[in-house]
Nanobody, 119 residues
Framework: QEQLVESGGGLVQAGGSLRLSCVAS????????MAWYRQTPGKERELVAT???????NYADSVKGRFSISRDNAKNTVYLQMNSLKPEDTAVYYC?????????????WGQGTQVTVSS
């Protein structure tokens, strides 16, 4: 069974750093897009960053220059390095994997990890 397991969340002061990890297991096609989303209560889940199998990245404007997404394809793991954290970065962060095996699209989600940034 496919599974995404996140780790690395926690409480940090403003200006600090955290590194999130997400390990994918199960029968997930290796050619995929891995991503991080985040969500705060009462708001829609928002895309933070994506990375393709080939390493192409994309970031939300709110995190550009502060966050860095990377992946280790051999370990089926995606990382999110978060620097210069701000209180508004406080959210539950979710790992996501999107893969297409024609004619179907498969989307997988992790359980989420809480990130809290204190001012």
């Amino acid at each position: 069974q496919e599974q995404l397991v996140e780790s690395g969340g926690g409480l940090v002061q403003a200006g600090g750093s955290l590194r999130l990890s997400c390990v994918a297991s199960g029968n997930i096609f290796s050619d995929n897009v891995m991503a991080w989303y985040r969500q705060t209560p009462g708001k829609e889940r928002e895309l933070v960053a994506t990375i393709t199998t080939g390493g192409r990245t994309n970031y939300a404007d709110s995190v550009k220059g502060r966050f860095s997404i990377s992946r280790d394809n051999a370990k089926n793991t995606v990382y999110l390095q978060m620097n210069s954290l701000k209180p508004e970065d406080t959210a539950v962060y979710y790992c996501n994997v999107l893969t297409v095996v024609l004619p179907r699209q498969y989307v997988y989600w992790g359980q989420g990890t809480q990130v809290t940034v204190s001012s």
